[in-house]
């Protein structure tokens, strides 16, 4: 049965990029948890409240993910090595296909999302978890990554991006304490990089390694 290592944290915080770094240095795979967000036009979404973003869906909120089918999918990858996934458009606000996920023989794989906190204990209980890290920077190079990154991906207009921006750099407080209230570890991606690779043998070099685990 292969383990998972679920990576939360902030959007823009570097989970993304921690979870490449590990599979051109190991070959795991990744199971992107945002790609399992509601399509934009279904009823009944979180709307914001107040603010200048008010009316608009509240992509922030766990009630926009498809919570049991992300579990469902990690399981099965877990179990069988392989299960088909969805392909999500963030700018479009909607599912636009699916893919087949296959570990190719992987004994681990992570799983990121900002909403990863929220699988962890499934995973735990299933006894699947093999590590759980909540990923993090100072909350203005959060912010000014996630511009970056939403406004090259065009993922929203540049004002909802910029208001949005900031709201989630006030709000990067409380995303820590909800993934250590599960049991996540704080830590930057290169701590976190430097820790799950320690005493591993590498088959495969790694270019941005550059003695962060020393």
């Not at 948890?33 to 766990?62: C, K, M, T």
């Not at 996920?101 to 999302?113: I, K, R, S, T």
């Not at 996540?184 to 790694?206: K, L, N, Q, W």
Request: hydrophobic share 40%.
């Amino acid at each position: 049965m292969a383990k998972v290592i679920v990576l939360a944290g902030p959007s823009g915080s570097g989970k993304s990029r921690l979870a490449e770094r590990l599979e051109q240095r190991y070959g795991w795979p990744t199971l992107r948890l945002d790609d399992f967000y509601r399509d934009g036009d279904e009823s009944g979404l979180p709307r914001i409240e107040d603010g200048a973003n008010a009316g608009l869906v509240d992509w922030d909120h766990p009630g926009t993910w498809h919570c049991d089918d992300a579990e469902a999918a990690l399981l099965a990858l877990c179990r069988t090595g392989a299960t088909d996934v969805p392909v999500y458009s963030i700018s479009e606000s909607r599912r636009t296909g699916a893919q087949r996920l296959d570990l190719g023989g992987a004994a681990v794989f992570c799983a990121e999302g900002i909403f990863a906190p929220d699988v962890v204990e499934a995973c735990r209980s299933a006894g699947v978890l093999e590590a759980a890290y909540c990923v993090t920077q100072h909350p203005a190079v959060t912010f000014w990554r996630r511009l970056h990154r939403d406004l090259r991906e065009h993922r929203k207009p540049p004002l909802v991006l910029l208001r949005r921006g900031w709201a989630l750099a006030r709000a990067q407080r409380d995303v820590v304490r909800r993934a250590t209230a599960v049991g996540c570890r704080v830590a930057t991606g290169d701590r976190a990089f430097a820790e799950i690779t320690a005493g591993r043998p590498s088959p495969h070099h790694d270019p941005d390694d550059r003695g962060l685990a020393r």
